[in-house]
């Protein structure tokens, strides 16, 4: 593969509000749980943090 062809599909990628990520927010939700997005205050800018009762960061990973 040459840069030509790599360089678009790598821009195209987004690297917030992902499908995955969107069911995930819509799950938290409905469960009445609430979370920070994108904390930039953390290491390694977890996707979601649950902070009050649960002191949980979630990362969500996927392959594109």
Not at 22 to 27: A, E, P, S, W, Y
Not at 38 to 46: E, G, T, V
Request: charged share 35%; glycine share 2%; proline share 3%.
């Amino acid at each position: 593969a040459d840069v030509m062809t790599t360089e678009p599909m790598m821009a195209a990628v987004k690297g917030k509000d992902t499908k995955l990520e969107m069911m995930v927010r819509r799950f938290l939700f409905l469960k009445a749980v609430r979370y920070r997005v994108n904390n930039r205050k953390l290491l390694r800018l977890p996707d979601f943090v649950l902070k009050k009762y649960y002191r949980i960061i979630i990362f969500i990973d996927e392959c594109f």
